[in-house]
Nanobody
Framework: QVQLVESGGGLVQPGGSLRLSCAAS????????MDWYRQAPGKQRELVAR???????VYVDSVKGRFTISRDNAKNTVYLQMNILKPDDTAVYFC???????WGQGTQVTVSS
């Protein structure tokens, strides 16, 4: 059984920053890839960023240069640093364990003035 718990969402003005965290339970966290997805109202859930067990990262084009995914295997935690936030980044952000059905409960990010 794996539990994923996100935190760090909130309301931020355009141009601002937030850092999301996802704490994972279970063993051998370091051997799994981890994803951040987001879902805006009325839209499909989309992959935002992925980090492999080896540390390789991929990003959706719309966040390249603004978002950074990272992981701390000692803390069983994956992060999403979000800079230069835009209103289009408003969504519920979910943590996901790659290749599994394990999802977090989501954390709301709202970018608005």
């Amino acid at each position: 059984q794996v539990q994923l718990v996100e935190s760090g969402g909130g309301l931020v003005q355009p141009g601002g920053s937030l850092r999301l965290s996802c704490a994972a339970s279970g063993r051998i966290f370091s051997t799994y890839g981890m994803d951040w997805y987001r879902q805006a109202p009325g839209k499909q859930r989309e992959l935002v960023a992925r980090i492999t067990s080896g540390g390789t990262t991929v990003y959706v084009d719309s966040v390249k240069g603004r978002f950074t995914i990272s992981r701390d295997n000692a803390k069983n935690t994956v992060y999403l640093q979000m800079n230069i936030l835009k209103p289009d980044d408003t969504a519920v952000y979910f943590c996901h364990k790659f290749g599994t059905a394990y999802w977090g409960q989501g954390t709301q990010v709202t970018v608005s003035s």
